[in-house]
Each structure stands twice: as C-alpha cells, then as structure tokens.
C-alpha cells in the first residue's frame, strides 16, 4: 500500500511540475492553470483568467497541457477540464 501511496505522490509532482513548464505561456495570455487531482491515470485540472472559457481552450486542453503531462507522466492517459 505505501509503494502505490509512493507512486502517486511521484505522478503529482511530475504533473505539478509540467503545469509549472506552461504556465508561463498561459500567464502570458491572461490566464493560469491549477491542479485539482491526479487519480489512477487521470489528471483533472482548472483553466483560469482568460484560459477559462476561451474558444481555444480545447486545443490548449489537448495540445498543450495534455502533452506536457503526458511527456513528464507518460502513465497518465486522459487529462480532463475540471469545470
């Protein structure tokens, strides 16, 4: 139990630390990003300012903050809007 405990702690902070890598893209726009939470292998995370609601919100979703993830968590299959 505290290896898999271990093991997620791990993914957050390779997931935080991907969020840290584009914020200041996102900061650069207006708007932010925060982590809501990492579970099995999916990341849930809020776009904020400007970001939140913005018509390319999806392909920032995807194209952005998903590749990131995934290039520093490749174990994280689907991150997902949390509205």
């Known amino acids: 139990?505290?290896?898999n405990?271990?093991?997620t702690i791990d993914t957050t902070s390779r997931v935080m630390a991907?969020?840290?890598s584009i914020r200041p893209?996102?900061?650069?726009?207006?708007g932010d990003i925060e982590l809501v939470?990492?579970?099995?292998?999916?990341?849930w995370v809020k776009l904020q300012?400007?970001?939140?609601g913005c018509?390319?919100?999806?392909?920032?979703m995807k194209l952005g903050v998903e590749n990131t993830?995934?290039?520093?968590?490749?174990?994280i299959t689907q991150v997902l809007n949390a509205e």
């Open 37 to 43: 939470k990492v579970e099995n292998s999916t990341v």
């Open 25 to 30: 893209f996102l900061n650069s726009d207006g």
């Open 69 to 75: 993830i995934r290039q520093y968590a490749p174990e």
């Open 55 to 60: 018509p390319m919100s999806f392909s920032t």
């Open 1 to 3: 139990m505290l290896e």
């Open 5 to 7: 405990h271990q093991n």
């Open 49 to 52: 300012g400007n970001c939140n």
């Open 18 to 20: 991907a969020l840290e």
